[in-house]
């Protein structure tokens, strides 16, 4: 097994760091490789993704990626920016269901900018399509207008378009999710604007045709504008939301802010064959870059969805989520999700004290098992 490590821009290099350490720890037999992307592989190499570091993409059974982007690239060329190196990856592996679970941990109920009770136990899980909608239809460009409200003026377009056999694969991978949690009643909330946009009503008559597989899961649909106001009003009565790339791409991040941090928050992005590539939800903050104070924590808990998902590791994956919240049981925390009454650590400590409860958890195992 191989994963490719993609540390990137801004915190990227430090909580990816972080994620390698605990993996380390796990003393499991894969080999990891590092190489640059975004800015960083813009800078060393004048493309924000490499063909050296597409190929060890493509060949590794995972990849570990961090983040990528900084205001500095902001006025280069849209083809040399950070960002196209992450689309480049989704594109060219084909990784089409992304996973955005949004869990409110006990111990970070008071981090959340929403009142306790409406967060307390909140596990939701955010399906969001990655490789089609607006952020990869064709044509799109510049042009002068021919028509609308003022032929003749220069005019940008973008193209929202989805085919029926991606509305499709998203669907099923949404049911089946749906079906393998089991603490819940398992539903479907399939988010569109059908009342406007005709992609979406299309969108929202294939997800109910698939449905009529899943008759154990229930399934719903909402409006986006009307699904981003639920989500702040009643969180708990989501369970799978499965959308478009844009839609899922802004209520990601809202679904993400409701559990207190963002930093917490991992990612996968799978494509038909099981090879993914596992990010954080966050981005690569610049304005704390360097000073190691970021929140390593959404990259290791992607090392587990990575171990999970990928690499057929789940009881790897268990152990690192233990020990994660058996630090946060233990009161350490990084600004981003500091209260009053814990102890606020870097980014180092942290992932010091993730590796110790690991091997603590191995020393444990150790001796029940003699
Ligand atoms: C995300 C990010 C990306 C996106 C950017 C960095 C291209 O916001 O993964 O949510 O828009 O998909
Ligand atoms: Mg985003």
Known sequence: ???????????????????????????????????????????????????????????????LFGAVGDWKYDTLERQFRPEQAILGL?????????????????????????????IAGLDILIIRELTGDIYFGQPRGRRTAVDGHFPGAEEAFDTMRYSRPEVERIARVAFEAARKRSKRSKRVTSVDKANVLETFQFWKDIVTEVGKEY??????????????????KEPKKFDVVVTGNMFGDILSDEAAMLTGSIGML???????????????????APDIAGKGVANPLATILSAAMMLRFSLQQPEAADRIESAVKSVLASGLRT????????????????????????????IKKTSITG
């Open 266 to 284: 991992p990612s996968a992005s799978l494509n038909a064959s099981s090879q993914g590539l596992y990010e954080p939800s966050h981005g690569s």
């Open 90 to 118: 989704r594109k060219n592996l084909g990784l089409f269901a992304n996973f955005r679970p949004a869990i409110c941990y006990e111990q970070l109920v008071d981090a959340s900018s929403l009142k306790p009770e409406l």
């Open 215 to 232: 008759p154990d899961v229930a399934l719903d649909h909402m409006y986006v504008d009307n699904a981003a106001m639920q989500l702040v």
């Open 1 to 63: 097994m191989k994963i490719a490590v993609l540390p990137g821009d801004g915190i990227g290099t430090e909580i990816v760091a972080e994620a390698v350490r605990v993996l380390d720890a796990l003393e499991l037999d894969f080999e990891m490789e590092t190489a640059l992307v975004g800015g960083a592989a813009y800078d060393a190499h004048g493309h924000p993704l490499p063909e050296a570091t597409l190929k060890l993409a493509k060949e590794a059974d995972a990849v």
């Open 335 to 362: 600004g981003d999700i500091w209260s009053e009454g814990t102890k606020r650590v870097g980014t180092r400590e942290m992932g010091d004290a993730v590796v110790a409860a690991l091997s603590s958890s191995v």
